[in-house]
């Protein structure tokens, strides 16, 4: 069965693996003239750690994760008022595990050279029949897939040409989030150092193996809307909302404009009511994004495309099944983590009062939402679909 995916990053990576150890023959196309590398660091937690074991990629993870060494949390005048370690900071127990996302992409593709990869192309149309999905690409040609997976992200492509305009699924949480890479002048070494209030957080870190830091800032911005496609604007509204903070905040906003690799986006969920549609499956972001605020994106795109490609495997001649089933088991994992996004939102932006946290608050706080996430991403039981392996 040939399976047409869409976006190289961890959901579709990780889509094509298991779908080509089923005997499927899938073919990634990736807007992006090469993989992604770099970016934001992101978790992998509970459920997810399972999926890395049976991919076979867990201790190479291990490996390369960030092993961050702690946090300082300061105030506004860059005061110390607290410090964890890097697993509390990060919300991490047990075996979890933080890497940064580039990174993961990077073992994941290792795993999937044999299969076909077409990068600095995208699809500019599908039509589905009854003999299968023909999609034409953005720099020409025509072909025809049994199946189409969009895991092309929260502004997902496929998600946009076969369901409609996203406005009907992104749920804003009424933030924006902004990580770019700058020198590392404070000279970090796997640390990370945080000011935050209700409503305005920046952060500094630095990973392992990274000779440069990263300057991540969230914000509420409920009195105004920026163009996610104008980054002058993107500019100028950090340096409105960050005015008067002290700390290395100035340092960062006067960085700003060198960042070759500038993250900026709102905070927000995909909410559908089906993510398959006939011949087309929609995975991770595309299909339910959770957001940044529930530090579980990355192990619902896990879980997320090995639970579809096992399905697929299961009943390969009954697609419909497959895409109830990988519905079924999927949703109640996917609204509790959906839900840690909400909540984490709802007290960013509470008010307009841009209330300093204590040292002591902003502890209690990560405290009180380790917990739920640690129940959140142990919210699935894996099914074994090695039977299917060819």
């Known amino acids: 069965m040939d399976v047409l995916i869409s976006g190289a990053g961890v959901a579709g990576l990780m889509t094509a693996h298991w779908l080509r150890r089923y005997g499927f023959n899938p073919t990634i196309v990736e807007r992006a003239d090469s993989l992604v590398v770099g970016g934001y660091k992101i978790d992998v937690r509970g459920t997810a750690l399972e999926v890395l074991r049976r991919t076979g990629i867990h201790e190479d993870v291990i490996a390369a994760s960030t092993h961050m060494q702690g946090a300082m949390l300061v105030d506004r005048e860059g005061n110390v008022i607290g410090n964890m370690s890097g697993d509390e900071f990060g919300h991490r127990v047990g075996q979890d595990l933080e890497i940064v996302r580039g990174t993961l992409c990077q073992i994941l593709m290792s ?22 999905a023909a999609v034409t690409f953005g720099e020409g040609g025509t072909r025809t897939f049994d199946l189409v997976i969009g895991a092309d992200g929260l502004h997902s492509n496929v998600r946009q040409k076969v369901f409609g305009d996203e406005a009907q699924f992104l749920h804003n949480l009424g933030m924006y989030l902004c990580v770019f890479s700058i020198p590392n002048y404070m000279n970090l070494d796997r640390v990370e150092v945080q000011y935050a209030e209700v409503g305005r957080v920046a952060a500094v870190w630095s990973t392992r193996d990274d000779v440069t830091a990263k300057a991540c800032f969230g914000f509420a911005a409920p ?108 949703r109640p994992f996917v609204s509790v983590n959906q839900q840690l996004g909400r909540q984490s939102a709802a007290f960013m932006t509470a008010g307009d009062s841009r209330a300093e946290l204590s040292g002591d608050m902003i502890e209690s706080v990560i405290d009180s939402t380790t917990n739920r996430i640690t129940d959140a991403a142990n919210a699935i039981t894996l099914k074994d679909y090695s039977t299917f392996i060819t």
Do not use: K, N
């Open 111 to 132: 795993r999937t050279m044999d299969v076909e990869t077409i990068f600095g192309d995208s699809l500019a149309s599908i039509v589905q029949s009854a003999d299968g």
């Open 223 to 330: 009195a105004f809307s920026i163009d996610l496609h104008d980054r002058d604007q993107q500019e100028q509204a950090l340096r409105t909302v960050y005015d008067g903070i002290q700390w290395e905040v100035p340092r960062l906003l006067e960085l700003m404009p060198e960042a070759a690799d500038w993250y900026f986006d709102t905070a927000a969920q995909i909410d559908m009511s089906a993510w398959t549609r006939d011949r087309v499956a929609l995975v991770g972001d595309a299909a339910y994004c959770a957001s940044p605020m529930s530090g579980q994106g990355s192990s619902l795109a896990l879980v997320g495309a090995y639970v579809l490609a096992g399905e697929l495997a299961a009943t390969p001649d009954d697609r419909q099944a497959a895409f109830a089933e990988y519905h079924r088991a999927m």
